[in-house]
């Protein structure tokens, strides 16, 4: 496989190297983008070759499972299995922003995209790019972070391209990314616990919480 590479701007991507990473998710592949949390490399959860794609251009076990991009709350709530006070929060605090939030996957999301842990991770973000791609498709987008399993999330688009060339289809280099990666909270069990540092501080996540159990 050869990787394609298309320069764009993080605040108004072109029509057409929208429309182009659009066709790419539908027939399968898998793009790498800029987002408000480095670059992500993003694909159809309902394809299950996209799925596995992405596994394998990231050397990733298959028993983790792979977070997922929303448009909006309406499209988050369609994906989880329970709306919880803990969720809409967080939701309406933080979202659009960095942070993953860890819920009871809807049984609509295949298992693989689980993990086959019944667990899904979701977020919304504040990406233009993100949010541009999520519209043209109307669907969630597999959204995690752009480089090979263990090594550093990469901040730009050569940097992906240099990484994991003929490994994924398309990169829309948007140049360096300034953001720092999704702080990732599980919400799920009786106590919510952070699941990895990022932007948002623990503190801030306990603050909101407070008194939403």
């Excluded at 929060?89 to 659009?96: D, E, G, I, K, V």
């Excluded at 519209?135 to 391209?161: D, K």
């Amino acid at each position: 496989m050869s990787t394609d590479l298309i320069e764009i701007k993080q605040d108004d991507p072109s029509r057409e190297a929208i429309d182009r990473a659009a066709s790419v998710i539908r027939t399968g592949g898998v793009v790498a983008i800029p987002t408000d949390a480095l670059y992500t490399i993003v694909a159809d959860p309902y394809n299950l070759a996209a799925v596995g794609k992405v596994f394998q251009a990231k050397g990733r076990e298959p028993a983790r499972s792979l977070p997922l991009l929303v448009s909006d709350l309406l499209m988050a709530e369609d994906l989880t299995s329970e709306i919880t006070t803990r969720f809409q929060l967080l939701a309406r605090r933080f979202w659009p922003g960095p942070l993953t939030m860890i819920v009871p996957a809807a049984s609509r999301v295949p298992l693989r995209v689980t993990g086959n842990t019944g667990r899904l991770a979701l977020r919304q973000s504040k990406s233009i790019v993100a949010g541009r791609l999520l519209e043209a498709l109307a669907q969630p987008l597999i959204a995690t972070s752009a480089n090979i399993s263990g090594a550093p999330t990469c901040r730009s688009g050569i940097e992906v391209f240099g990484m994991m060339d003929g490994q994924i289809s398309l990169v829309l280099d948007g140049g360096y990314s300034i953001g720092e990666g999704a702080t990732t909270v599980d919400i799920t069990e009786p106590y919510w616990k952070i699941i990895k540092a990022g932007t948002i501080p623990e503190s801030e996540i306990a603050e909101c919480l407070k008194g939403g159990n």
